[in-house]
Nanobody, 129 residues
Framework: QVQLVESGGGLVQAGGSLRLSCAAS????????MGWFRQVPGKEREFLGA????????LYADSVKGRATISRDNAKNTVYLQMNSLKPEDTAVYYC??????????????????????WGQGTLVTVSS
């Protein structure tokens, strides 16, 4: 069974930091690019960033650039999202996704025909002011 499971969400004060994890199972993790997204209820899902299969390159959305770091450990089948200087507007459900193609992740929220192969169930992050 192919599965992505996010963890690490919770309540954090503004200005604080959080590291989210996404553990993959049932797939050859090193063959997949990984992405992070978030969604506020009632709003569209937002792409945050992605990391290539080897982990040697990442890209980020402008909304989190400079505050977010994505990394992966292929030996542990896990991808991470480190978020710093958190703001109340970062409150959302955070999702990870996997696809063999990085491009699919990057355009997933702008092209309805681009759907990552696997999505996690999400983890809630609440940033208090």
């Amino acid at each position: 069974q192919v599965q992505l499971v996010e963890s690490g969400g919770g309540l954090v004060q503004a200005g604080g930091s959080l590291r989210l994890s996404c553990a993959a199972s049932g797939l050859t993790f090193s063959s997949y690019a990984m992405g992070w997204f978030r969604q506020v209820p009632g709003k569209e899902r937002e792409f945050l960033g992605a990391i290539i299969r080897s982990g040697s390159s990442t890209l980020y959305a402008d909304s989190v650039k400079g505050r977010a770091t994505i990394s992966r450990d292929n030996a542990k089948n896990t991808v991470y999202l480190q978020m710093n200087s958190l703001k109340p507007e970062d409150t959302a459900v955070y999702y990870c996704a996997a696809d063999p193609e990085l491009h699919t992740l990057v355009i997933a929220t702008t092209d309805k025909d681009s759907t990552p192969e696997v999505w996690g169930q999400g983890t809630l992050v609440t940033v208090s002011s």
